[in-house]
């Protein structure tokens, strides 16, 4: 990507950054200042306790987007962009990155004839993720308008989905509520050039004693199934344990073997585990004996 294009994006997806916490809805977490992650790992778990102590049947599908980011196509992200109000030196300036932009492809060392492009956020851009957000926004704002498919915690908290960039997570009080949702979401696909891999999508009931109900071409989750979201596993049977190993796994991915036992054996680090629950065993160190001055 030549300099002055990836100067104009990088001033670009900096203006947009200030705006975003204004137009794109709280429950969209992905790539936004101010919002983590987090919120949403903790409410999924959170919905999965109402659940449970309640005994009510109420589901989340995880949606799997096909090529997501390359799917998106111009037309519709200018048409968003103007609906959301951006002026029109901001959507200019857009045009002047994707505008008549051409890809060659290599087939067996040779570069073929140029091709025009008509979709697609460009990779390694900064932009481009915000960009998406905009894209997916009218999804959310379609499932949102039928409140009366979410959960209601407390008023007037009503849950409807999760998003976190282009990981959407629907959530319904029942089965007709999620196949409802289904239908919203074929109407965004229609409207954007998305489209929807029902085969890899996934539906959990979020109470812990209910069985999958059964939901054309959607992979439903048994009691022993698990799921990632936002990296975390998910399921109806899922310990504290279990959490704890995948967490373990990437926070010492960089530790060696000695550094990783140290820090587990702190006294500081066992009592933080035992206040949640968890208990850590403590390894035993190794005794190495120097003869001599070398090691």
């Not at 109000?85 to 994707?98: A, K």
């Not at 505008?99 to 140029?114: D, E, F, H």
């Not at 054309?216 to 959490?243: S, W």
């Not at 530790?255 to 500081?268: I, L, S, T, W, Y």
Request: some cysteine.
């Amino acid at each position: 990507m030549p300099v002055n294009v990836k100067l104009l994006s990088k001033y670009l997806a900096n203006r947009l950054q200030d705006v975003l916490p204004t137009i794109v809805h709280s429950d969209q977490k992905g790539f936004v200042k101010g919002r983590s992650l987090h919120h949403h790992v903790r409410l999924l778990d959170d919905l999965q306790h109402h659940a449970t102590i309640n005994n009510s049947a109420s589901l989340a599908i995880f949606l799997d987007f096909e090529k997501a980011y390359d799917r998106v196509v111009w037309d519709y992200l200018f048409l968003v962009l103007a609906k959301l109000g951006f002026g029109i030196y901001f959507i200019s300036m857009i045009h002047l990155l994707y505008n008549k932009s051409l890809a060659r492809l290599m087939l067996n060392g040779y570069l073929l004839r140029p091709l025009e492009t008509t979709r697609g956020v460009k990779q390694v851009d900064p932009l481009s993720s915000l960009l998406f957000l905009l894209c997916i926004e009218p999804l959310g704002n379609l499932v949102r308008s039928r409140k009366d498919l979410g959960i209601l915690l407390t008023e007037p908290i009503q849950v409807t989905g999760l998003y976190f960039a282009d990981d959407s997570t629907l959530i319904s009080g029942n089965i007709s509520g999620i196949r409802q949702q289904l239908e919203i979401v074929d109407i965004y696909c229609q409207g954007s050039g998305a489209r929807l891999n029902l085969r890899k999508s996934a539906l959990m009931p979020l109470n812990r004693h209910l069985r999958c109900p059964d939901v054309a071409e959607v992979r439903c989750m048994q009691p022993n199934d698990t799921i990632k979201y936002l990296g975390i596993p998910f399921g109806q049977h899922i310990t504290p344990e279990l959490i704890l190993g995948e967490l373990n796994a990437k926070f010492f991915r960089g530790f060696g073997r000695e550094e990783h036992e140290r820090f587990v054996a702190d006294p500081f680090t066992q009592s933080f585990f035992q206040c949640c629950g968890i208990s850590l065993r403590i390894p035993q160190f190794r005794m190495i004996t120097y003869k001599g001055g070398n090691k």
